[in-house]
């Protein structure tokens, strides 16, 4: 069953994040798409993500439908301009890109090229409502399309440290879902009694909801985030247990498979990231039990 069908038959869909390299060596991101095949209802393509270039997330999208696997881009306003969002936009449907997944960009002080311009030509909101007009047949200008692309998509949800924080980002996804989205993905999640409490505020939408199961590599990972990510929720117990385990390693897969797992029954789907680490994707859903 498609991607798009499962989401609208409200069925657990599994979601894996990879990125494009830097550069134009393919080989890693094809054997890792493939070893996904058959796994994974769909590969999320950031589009460069943290700000760091890559190759872009249009042609890792196709890349990922040459192998057979349905794809879903990010989209960012960030780099580009309405014209280049709209012509790029089209360009994935007709490569058979039809899942797109509207997000924030990483500010570009914390990447590579810390002195490209910043365009934000259109915010999040503003991108939904292009994309909605596109499938409509009309582009931004007013002007009518030849023929009329189909897409499902998504918003994300922003990170929140506390209740205050949590109203705003649910008001903003209230614009969100209001401007065409059709499913939330939400930030990390490593408390889920926490995160129970924050699904109770997304129940208005009535759209699936999709949580990132993030994998924490080792315990200065885990450590770092627990300080400067709000609302991370990484507990001291789960640092320890990472620390003490006789292989680490194996024991960040393992926690990471958990949390799928129980995700599973709490939500529509889960998107995972591994940040590099996309050869341990196929360890991670075994440990799942997906």
Not at 48 to 58: E, F, K, Q, Y
Not at 243 to 249: I, M, T, V
């Given at each position: 069953m498609s991607l798009k069908k499962k989401l609208s038959a409200a069925e657990f869909v599994v979601l894996a994040e990879m990125n494009t390299p830097k550069g134009v060596d393919i080989s890693e991101l094809v054997t890792n798409a493939r070893r996904l095949k058959g796994r994974v209802d769909g590969v999320l393509i950031p589009d460069?993500?943290?700000?760091?270039?890559?190759?872009?997330?249009?042609g890792g999208g196709a890349l990922m439908r040459r192998e057979g696997l349905e794809t879903v881009v990010h989209v960012y306003g960030r780099d580009k301009n309405r014209m280049a969002l709209q012509g790029d936009i089209l360009a994935a449907n007709v490569l058979g890109i039809q899942h797109l997944l509207v997000a924030p960009a990483?500010?570009?002080?914390?990447?590579?090229?810390?002195?490209?311009?910043?365009?934000?030509?259109?915010?999040?909101?503003?991108?939904?409502?292009?994309i909605r007009s596109l499938s409509e047949g009309v582009d931004l200008a007013g002007f009518e399309l030849r023929g009329l692309p189909e897409f499902t998509v998504g918003c994300a949800m922003a990170p929140v440290a506390d209740d205050a924080a949590l109203a705003r980002e649910v008001e903003n996804l209230g614009?969100?879902?209001?401007?065409?989205?059709?499913?939330?993905?939400?930030?990390?999640?490593?408390?889920?009694?926490?995160?129970?409490?924050?699904?109770?505020?997304?129940?208005?939408?009535d759209v699936p909801v999709?949580?990132?199961?993030?994998?924490?590599?080792?315990?200065?990972?885990?450590?770092?985030?627990?300080?400067?990510?709000?609302?991370?929720?990484?507990?001291?117990?789960m640092i320890r247990r990472i620390?003490?385990?006789?292989?680490?390693?194996a024991e960040c897969i393992r926690m990471a498979g958990e949390a799928a797992a129980e995700l599973k029954k709490m939500v529509q789907g889960v998107k995972i990231t591994t940040l590099g680490w996309e050869h341990r994707l196929p360890d991670i859903l075994s440990s799942a039990g997906l």
């Open positions: 460069m993500d943290n700000g760091v270039m890559r190759m872009s997330a249009l990483e500010p570009m002080a914390n990447g590579d090229h810390r002195d490209a311009a910043v365009v934000d030509d259109l915010d999040e909101s503003g991108i939904l409502k292009m614009q969100k879902v209001a401007a065409g989205a059709q499913y939330i993905v939400t930030p990390p999640v490593f408390d889920l009694e926490a995160y129970g409490k924050m699904l109770e505020s997304l129940k208005e939408f999709i949580a990132t199961v993030f994998l924490l590599k080792n315990v200065g990972m885990a450590r770092y985030m627990s300080i400067h990510e709000p609302g991370s929720c990484i507990s001291e117990d620390r003490k385990a006789p292989d680490r390693e």
